[in-house]
């Protein structure tokens, strides 16, 4: 992860961070747990801001990347001009309130440099792991969310988290939960997106054995899911990935993944009865956020096995998956890796 200055901004947050503790937990994070580039070329700088950038290389962490002169981010500033949607960029542009009100990357104007980099981290304890305890802090009235980060992706991995029927079964919960869930991530959003949801499906037996699950209506679901955008927010592209039986080995593997925050659901996204009644046996969800260089790597493993399974479930059981249509598996593949 990577932090784009403009001069104006970089020049700026040096001046002024060490004088809140916000602002030195901002800067203690910018040089153990992420990546700058200079949008400029320092010798621009003149005697007192080259005495600053001086002060700010001093205890770096090693794997610490700073590059500077080339300045990656096209203007005028429109929604492609950014070099990736899991970077922070800290630019001084009259065009920044817009990319913002687009919600899909982290973006901060001049003297907005501390503001933007400490929604990486929970401020009570400069933390980049936080517990939500079921039930206390997620409701049926105020269920998971992202912590309101921006995103251009979400990943949501739960092997039954469409197992059938309608009535009576995991799917007929999708109101109490995953409606609720995308509700609140999609409260301020206003910019394109891309959903991805990964589930398994159990085709290796027979139609009339009680173990058999082909998954949902495809069509259907996709309609029921772009149902809860709401109107001011352009609809996202749906990948509906059917997994069949046996390839998501772990019975854990139950993760949301943006491209800022990774949580780990528990057993399972489906928390609440239609009753409100908690049905989960997990206590918490685990909340960690890419501000962390460890838990990047993380989410990056994490991510490449995705991928795999979703590559061997688009070619060996396309039936049971549906994906925008004029995008390959190839190019499936392609951009989940982008988060």
Do not use: W
């Not at 809140?20 to 901002?26: C, K, L, M, R, V």
């Not at 320092?42 to 500077?68: A, G, M, R």
């Not at 939500?132 to 912590?147: A, D, F, Q, S, V």
Request: with cysteine; charged share 25%; hydrophobic share 35%.
């Amino acid at each position: 992860m990577t932090v784009y200055f403009d001069k104006e901004n970089y020049i700026n947050y040096l001046k002024v961070c060490t004088s809140t503790p916000t602002g030195a937990d901002t800067l203690r994070m910018l040089k153990r747990q992420l990546s700058v580039h200079l949008n400029f070329n320092i010798k621009l700088l003149d005697d007192n801001e080259v005495v600053l950038h001086e002060e700010f290389q001093t205890d770096l962490h090693p794997e610490f990347k700073l590059t500077f002169g080339e300045n990656k981010i096209t203007r005028p500033l429109k929604r492609d001009s950014f070099p990736s949607y899991s970077d922070i960029y800290l630019i001084n542009d009259p065009e920044v309130s817009k990319i913002k009100d687009e919600h899909s990357i982290l973006v901060g104007s001049l003297y907005e440099e501390i503001e933007c980099l400490s929604k990486l981290f929970f401020i009570e304890d400069y933390s980049f792991h936080f517990e939500k305890l079921i039930g206390e802090h997620i409701t049926p009235e105020n269920h998971l969310n992202i912590l309101n980060l921006p995103f251009s992706s979400i990943v949501i991995i739960d092997r039954y988290m469409f197992k059938g029927p309608e009535v009576g079964g995991n799917l007929g919960l999708f109101t109490y939960n995953l409606e609720k869930i995308l509700t609140s991530i999609f409260r301020n959003k206003k910019g394109p997106s891309r959903l991805y949801f990964i589930y398994q499906v159990r085709v290796d037996v027979r139609r009339e054995s009680p173990l058999y699950d082909a998954g949902p209506d495809l069509k259907k679901m996709a309609k029921k899911i772009k149902k809860v955008v709401p109107n001011h927010c352009a609809a996202p592209d749906i990948f509906l990935i059917g997994v069949r039986y046996g390839i998501i080995d772990d019975e854990h593997d139950r993760y949301m993944i943006s491209n800022y925050l990774r949580i780990k659901s528990g057993d399972a996204f489906l928390y609440f009865e239609s009753t409100g009644k908690i049905r989960t046996d997990s206590l918490v969800v685990d909340h960690c956020s890419h501000g962390s260089r460890n838990y990047r790597k993380t989410t990056k493993a994490l991510v490449e096995k995705v991928s795999k399974i979703i590559k061997e479930a688009l070619s060996a059981g396309s039936m049971y998956c549906k994906t925008p249509s004029g995008i390959s598996t190839d190019q499936v593949i392609e951009l989940i890796k982008m988060i």
